[in-house]
Antibody
Framework: EVQLVQSGAEVKKPGESLRISCKGS????????INWVRQMPGKGLEWMGR????????NYSPSSQGHVTISADKSISTAYLHWSSLRTSDTAMYYCGRRQAGGEAFDVWGQGTIVTVSS | DIVMTQSPDSLAVSLGERATINCKSS????????????LAWYQQKPGQPPKLLIYWASTRDSGVPDRFNGSGSGTDFTLTISSLQAEDVAVYYCQQYFSIPRTFGQGTKVEI
């Protein structure tokens, strides 16, 4: 079964660092870009960026650029989203989504990781 | 950035009736070289991740019931649920993947 499994919920303080993960299974991880999507409480979907796991090439949204880092370790089929200094406004659900084969839509999604940042 | 605007923000439809959601992009998302519209529709139920329904504006993803139909081209698109079922209660999002950054509409909540 093709799936993306994300790491568990996190509670952090402002200024702390954090890395959440997204592990792919059931397919060749290096063949499919992984996207990260943010959903703030009660709000819509916002694309943050993506990574090509084969060579770790990345794209970011303007609002994410410089605030988060997307990386991947293809040896363990895992993509990461990293913050070096969290803000309270980073409180949200974060999803990873796989770019589909032969297309660009996101056909497989992780279950989500909820991140709470509060002093 | 391409701005995606959905209408309405919410709608209530009776069981078995048609639901229509519109999505307008601020720029053309039709790619002339392959004649495809770079637009997808997703369904998100409470407490769940989004689910891909439609890609290339009108192609249903595997396993998606045929009551879900996507149409449109260029800048104007529509998702139609031909006969609403109870399990279709959800928020629906359009998304363009024509350019970076990828952008989503604000969502349309469908209720019974």
């Amino acid at each position: 079964e093709v799936q993306l499994v994300q790491s568990g919920a996190e509670v952090k303080k402002p200024g702390e660092s954090l890395r959440i993960s997204c592990k792919g299974s059931g397919y060749n991880f290096t063949n499919f870009w992984i996207n990260w999507v943010r959903q703030m409480p009660g709000k819509g979907l916002e694309w943050m960026g993506r990574i090509d796991p084969s060579d770790s090439y990345t794209n970011y949204s303007p609002s994410s650029q410089g605030h988060v880092t997307i990386s991947a370790d293809k040896s363990i089929s895992t993509a990461y989203l990293h913050w070096s200094s969290l803000r309270t406004s980073d409180t949200a659900m974060y999803y990873c989504g796989r770019r589909q084969a032969g297309g660009e839509a996101f056909d497989v999604w992780g279950q989500g990781t909820i991140v709470t940042v509060s002093s | 950035d391409i701005v995606m605007t959905q209408s309405p923000d919410s709608l209530a439809v009776s069981l078995g009736e048609r639901a229509t959601i519109n999505c307008k992009s601020s720029r053309n998302v039709f790619y002339n070289s392959n004649k495809k519209n770079y637009l997808a529709w997703y369904q998100q139920k409470p407490g769940q991740p989004p689910k891909l329904l439609i890609y290339w504006a009108s192609t249903r993803d595997s396993g998606v019931p045929d009551r879900f139909n996507g149409s449109g081209s260029g800048t104007d698109f529509t998702l139609t649920i031909s006969s609403l079922q109870a399990e279709d209660v959800a928020v629906y999002y359009c998304q363009q993947y024509f350019s970076i950054p990828r952008t989503f509409g604000q969502g349309t909540k469908v209720e019974i």
